[in-house]
């Protein structure tokens, strides 16, 4: 199987130069990541995605960030939904039940398989500016499992996977991963008793994890994002958490480790420690290099991911019929919920504020 299967890609634009459709075609990549660049209109959405599954010779993970509010990919092409932190203000759990079933339908009808949500992370200060604003589920760990598993059910219920994010915990983050490497100083003991607490009690429930980009000491004595962590991935997510899924990075082109890594050495370090999906976001050149780069890496490692991943898209489904008006009508239900949970005055008021994309987003 090509080693290309490894890599979770986003594309340059709405739709498919030939140039990046060749290079698709050679190194196989297991999957694509679409971002507001690729997102014109509901049908250009879908023709995409077609394509994307037409140039693949194995099922492709199609995923996106469609969390809510700003984070919510999907919003270019319909009604924005309330974000997470304003479901939970809410406190109605029909209507974060409502917000999973709506997310997986959409994703659905686009032709998604994977959502990469929900968010694990535990909101120690709403106003913290370290990209979670307005995307936790709680306050405490309790609330964040409570608001999260009825999204998560919900969505997995319409037959899209789901992906935890960002482990082990962020929330206690004070800069932004996007541009610098967080130093979260929190103890042993601390971790176990707040930021772990939502992903063991979710192991069993989520399809995929994603490591996020942050250095904790108490796991590393030297810095080290934990995306290349081997005693955050293989120590406590595999073995003292028991997680048997899907493990990827969060995009390896990001700040927090090109400041430290090359790509070749972000390759090699997180498939080492544990990662199966290696995502590069932002930079066709990068993913070209990637590719040439992984048919070189240990067999061994290469062959564990490769099976994991086949394992992971068993248990993908298919999309389910496109046409405009299906669209029309699951457009309408994510406007109402938008409605019953913010009221109509601060429902027309659709948030501006966009989600901080790494600062090599260009092509």
Known sequence: MNPGQLLLVGIPGPELDPETANLYRKIQPGGFILFNRNLESPHQVRKLIDNLRDLSEIEPIITTDQEGGRVSRLRTVGHEPPNPQQLRQKGDPELIRAHGRLTGQLMRLFGFNLNLCPVLDISFDDEADNSLRGRCYGKSPEEVIRNARLFNTAMREEGIASCAKHFPGCAAATV???HELPVIRRSIEEMEDCELRPFRA????????????????????????????????RDLLQENLGFKGLIM???????????SHTLNE???????????????????????????????????QIDRALENIANFKKGLQPPTEFSEDAHAALDQQVWNLRVDTLGLEQAKQRGNESYKCSPVEKF
């Not at 192991?203 to 290349?228: N, Q, T």
């Not at 544990?274 to 993913?287: A, S, T």
Request: net charge negative; aromatic share 4%; with cysteine.
């Open 249 to 259: 990075t969060d995009d390896l082109d990001m700040g927090a480790l090109l400041k």
């Open 202 to 233: 979710m192991m069993e429930e989520i399809d995929s994890m994603m490591i996020g980009h942050s250095w904790y000491p108490c796991y590393d004595p030297e810095p080290l994002a934990s995306s290349l962590s081997k005693s955050v991935i």
């Open 176 to 178: 932004d991963p996007h």
């Open 266 to 300: 972000s390759l090699d370090d997180a498939l080492g420690a544990g990662n199966d999906l290696l995502m590069i976001c932002h930079r066709v050149e990068q993913q070209r290099e990637a590719g040439r780069h992984l048919e070189k890496a240990d067999r061994n």
